[in-house]
């Protein structure tokens, strides 16, 4: 059974970094594109980054482009998130997402199969 397991959120000031950490298990990792989104309170889910199953390929929402940074390591089964100079926008639940098998990347959560149960990430002014 597949499992996303997310971690690395927390309680921030303005201005601070957080690496967010996805352990993927019970699949081929290296064979999934991946994703995170995240769902601030009262608001819809939304798109912030996904990278091929290689790696080699990575998109980032507008909002977020310059600030954050999607990574994967294969040979660990982990997917990253990067988050510098945060914003007290930023705050929601972060999750990561796997697509299926040869996939290519999407901004779609509704591409997604597999999902993590999701980390919090608050930032205060």
């Known amino acids: 059974q597949v499992q996303l397991v997310e971690s690395g959120g927390g309680l921030v000031q303005a201005g601070d970094s957080l690496r967010l950490s996805c352990a993927g298990s019970?699949?081929?990792?290296?064979?999934?594109?991946m994703g995170w989104f995240r769902q601030a309170p009262g608001k819809e889910r939304e798109f912030v980054a996904t990278?091929?199953?290689?790696?080699?390929?990575?998109s980032h929402t507008d909002s977020v482009k310059g600030r954050f940074t999607i990574s994967r390591d294969n040979a660990k089964n982990m997917l990253y998130l990067q988050m510098n100079s945060l914003k007290p926008e930023d705050t929601a639940v972060y999750y990561c997402?796997?697509?299926?098998?040869?996939?290519?990347?999407?901004?779609?959560?509704?591409?997604?199969?597999?999902w993590g149960q999701g980390t919090q990430v608050t930032v205060s002014s």
């Open positions: 990278i091929s199953w290689s790696g080699g390929s990575t």
């Open positions: 997402a796997a697509r299926r098998q040869y996939r290519g990347t999407s901004n779609r959560a509704g591409d997604y199969d597999y």
């Open positions: 019970g699949l081929t990792f290296s064979m999934h594109a």
